[in-house]
DNA sequence: TTGGCTAAGTCTGTCAAGTGGACTTAGAAT
DNA sequence: ATTCTAAGTCCACTTGACAGACTTAGCCAA
C-alpha cells in the first residue's frame, strides 16, 4: 500500500554536522571499544586479561586504549603483582562510568530481542544491601513514563540549519 | 602508587562468548549503522536523503539497511512521489523504536561530555501536548535511583564458565 | 517513441584498517 | 647469565571502506 505524500521531515531542514549522537559515536562507536568497555566495567582492567577476554588484537587494543585515555573515559592505574615490574591497569574514570545507562540500555534491549534460553548472561544489580536489577527507564521531566512511539527527537538550542 | 593485588576479578570466571552487550553490538556495533538509526529517528526514511545526510557511500548504505531489516529493527514501506515510480522507505519496527532508551542515553553523555556552547543539537520530547523533555534514567527494582558507583553488573542465570 | 529525469542501486580500482603470528622489551627471580 | 611474563611492536595479508562512474526502472513531456 503506496502512502501519500509526507511532507518533507522536519530534521531535514538541520544539519547533522554537530549531532551528539554522531559525536558520542566517533567515541563509542566502534565495535572494539564497547568490547574494551564492557571488560572494564565488569572490572577485567589488565591488558593481557582484557586482550585475551574480548579476543581483540594486542595493536588494536593499544590503539583503543590510549583513545580512550585521550578521550577522559579510562585511566592508567599502576599495580604490581608479586615478583613482577609494575604495570598498568586501566580504569574507567566518572566520564567512563557515565556510559552506565548506555550500556543497561542495551543490555535490556539485548535481553529482550536477543533472548537465549538459558537467560541473561549479565545482570545489572544495585550494590550492596540491596541487590535488586537495575533498569532504565525514559521519563520526562512531567514525570510520565513516555513508550517510545510517544518519544520524538527535535532539534534542540544547538541545532544548526543546513 | 601501586595498589595491592585485587583477588582475580569475578568475572575472569565466566565467558564472553554469550555475553549481550557482544550481541547487540553485532548489530549496532558500527558507525554507520548508528548513523543509519539516528536518520531513521528523527524522521529522515528514504535512501537518498539518509545517505546525503549521513554522508554514507551508497555501498554502504545498500549493506547496513539490508543487514538491520534482516535482524528485524527496520521495515521497507512503499511509497510513492507524484509522477514518479514507486519507491521504498524505511521505517523502524518496534525493536527499532525500543533502542529509544539506547539513543537518549547516548545523548544525555553526549550533552553532559561533549557539550556545545550553542547547547544541545537535538532533544528527546515528550510528543503531543506534553513535550517536556525525555531523560533515561536507571532504576533499581527497589525503587532506588542508584548513581553509577553503586550499579555493578554480575552474572546472570545464563552466564558460561570458561 | 524517444529522450530526459530521478531514486536507488551496482561496479571498479584504490587505499586504509583489521588480523594472526612472530618478535621485542623491561623488570624480577633463579 | 638465563628465564619468565605482561605489554607492546612489527610484518605480511586480507577485508572492508571509499569515491566516482555507470545502470536500472518507472514516469513524463515533446
Given at each position: 500500500?503506496?502512502t501519500?505524500?509526507?511532507s518533507?521531515?522536519?530534521?531535514m531542514?538541520w544539519?547533522?554536522?554537530?549531532?551528539?549522537?554522531?559525536?558520542?559515536m566517533?567515541?563509542?562507536?566502534?565495535?572494539?571499544?564497547f568490547?574494551?568497555?564492557r571488560e572494564?566495567?565488569?572490572g577485567?582492567?589488565r591488558?593481557?586479561?582484557?586482550r585475551a577476554?574480548?579476543?581483540?588484537?594486542?595493536?588494536?587494543?593499544?590503539?583503543?586504549?590510549?583513545?580512550?585515555?585521550?578521550?577522559?573515559l579510562i585511566?592508567?592505574?599502576?599495580?604490581r603483582?608479586?615478583?613482577?615490574?609494575?604495570?598498568s591497569e586501566?580504569?574507567?574514570?566518572?566520564a567512563?562510568?557515565?556510559?552506565?545507562?548506555?550500556?543497561?540500555a542495551m543490555?535490556?534491549?539485548?535481553?529482550q530481542y536477543?533472548?537465549l534460553?538459558a537467560g541473561?548472561?549479565?545482570e545489572?544489580?544495585?550494590r550492596?544491601?540491596?541487590?535488586?536489577?537495575v533498569?532504565?527507564?525514559?521519563?520526562?521531566?512531567?514525570?510520565?513514563?513516555?513508550?517510545p512511539?510517544?518519544?520524538?527527537?527535535?532539534?534542540?538550542?544547538?541545532?544548526?540549519p543546513?
Amino acid at each position: 500500500m503506496s502512502t501519500a505524500v509526507d511532507s518533507v521531515p522536519e530534521a531535514m531542514r538541520w544539519s547533522t554536522e554537530n549531532c551528539t549522537i554522531s559525536r558520542t559515536m566517533e567515541i563509542l562507536g566502534d565495535k572494539w571499544t564497547f568490547h574494551v568497555l564492557r571488560e572494564l566495567f565488569v572490572g577485567v582492567r589488565r591488558f593481557e586479561d582484557i586482550r585475551a577476554r574480548a579476543g581483540i588484537p594486542r595493536q588494536v587494543l593499544t590503539e583503543r586504549l590510549a583513545a580512550l585515555i585521550e578521550r577522559g573515559l579510562i585511566r592508567r592505574h599502576p599495580y604490581r603483582l608479586p615478583g613482577q615490574r609494575e604495570r598498568s591497569e586501566y580504569r574507567l574514570t566518572q566520564a567512563g562510568l557515565d556510559l552506565y545507562p548506555v550500556l543497561v540500555a542495551m543490555i535490556q534491549w539485548g535481553d529482550q530481542y536477543l533472548p537465549l534460553d538459558a537467560g541473561p548472561p549479565l545482570e545489572a544489580r544495585h550494590r550492596g544491601d540491596c541487590g535488586a536489577r537495575v533498569t532504565v527507564r525514559m521519563e520526562c521531566e512531567d514525570g510520565h513514563e513516555p513508550a517510545p512511539r510517544e518519544v520524538a527527537f527535535r532539534p534542540g538550542p544547538g541545532a544548526q540549519p543546513r
